[in-house]
């Protein structure tokens, strides 16, 4: 029997032995996913239902965007809606769905006041902000975040069609250690505008290289940085390495590195990520920076492959 629940903004909640029909994504990895996605929320993988595509949205400490905190916020999104006609309107019967791995249950969520949404141009999601607070979710003894790993899900019907469903998994990667590759670039004053690029080292069973650009790219008047995956068409089709990532340039004199931090999903068609305006080249050349020191610098990475998502 589904229960109301008035004072969390109408959800109707209720039980199901069933997993959701038509997407899963579990998360093997939740507490980091606070210091990347606690703003922009973390994005699903697009899936298709009643002929449209979407994607879930979660949000792992509320939706800061509507002032919302000590909640876990879930949203679902109509996804490539800039290829439908202009006018457009689909009422949506959804329903998201979190797993109670202890009792291999799911908690089933709905609109308490209407069960059917209308999305359209200027409504593309909906959802809810206050799903659950933080603090139930997080007790071991609910079973919702359990060894730091949770399943979500959602069935979207449209006009009453109902097909089978694709998931992904967010896997963590067990005891993921910090890999650190140290790159002394000589002779730095004779380097043109092209870029260049570290030899490769080994982070989370993949291969990486520093790329540096001495002249900057695309950033006029900066020196850039960026990681880059080696061979990213080794990955399997559709997978993204979720990483964390520290690029620097040594202070060969004071210890006062000058640096650059990243969280981010790495992919076949996205294998780099950096900084195009990495350090100013009038502050990188100062001689009392250390920056630069007998035509040489020295750049450090710092990585951290924590997961990998795979599409199911």
């Keep these: 029997m589904a229960i109301p629940d008035f004072e969390n903004n109408g959800i109707l909640r209720s039980v199901s032995d069933s997993p959701p029909t038509h997407y899963t994504i579990t998360i093997q990895l939740f507490s980091l996913l606070t210091a990347k996605y606690s703003v922009e929320g973390y994005e699903s993988r697009k899936f298709e239902a009643g002929g449209y595509k979407w994607k879930l949205v979660l949000y792992p400490d509320g939706n800061k965007k509507k002032n919302v905190k000590d909640h876990i916020s879930l949203y679902l999104v109509m996804a490539g809606a800039d290829s439908l006609q202009s006018g457009w309107e689909v009422y949506v019967d959804f329903r998201l ?15 308490a006041f209407t069960r059917k949404k209308c999305f359209h141009g200027a409504m593309l999601s909906a959802g809810f902000d206050k799903l659950i607070l933080l603090e139930d979710f997080s007790d071991v003894s609910n079973g919702f975040l359990v060894d730091d790993t949770c399943v979500f899900g959602a069935e979207v019907f449209v006009c009453k069609e109902k097909r089978t469903g694709k998931g992904e998994c967010l896997a963590r990667i067990q005891n993921a250690s910090i890999c650190k590759h140290v790159w002394k670039v000589q002779k730095f004053s004779t380097l043109g505008d092209q870029v260049y690029a570290s030899i490769p080292f080994s982070a989370g069973d993949y291969k990486w290289t520093i790329w540096l650009y001495p002249k900057g790219n695309n950033g006029k008047g ?91």
């Design 97 to 111: 769905f979190l797993l109670d791995q202890n009792k291999g249950i799911y908690s089933v969520f709905e609109d």
């Design 222 to 312: 900066y020196l850039s940085l960026f990681l880059a995956l080696e061979s990213p068409k080794t990955l399997p089709p559709g997978s993204e390495l979720f990483v964390v990532y520290t690029l620097r340039i040594l202070d060969q004199s004071h210890a006062n590195h000058h640096s650059h931090n990243g969280t981010t999903k790495y992919s076949a068609k996205l294998a780099s990520w950096g900084s195009t305006k990495f350090i100013e080249q009038e502050i990188f050349k100062q001689a009392d920076k250390g920056f630069l020191k007998n035509d040489a610098c020295i750049v450090e990475a710092e990585v951290t492959v924590h997961g990998i998502s795979k599409a199911l």
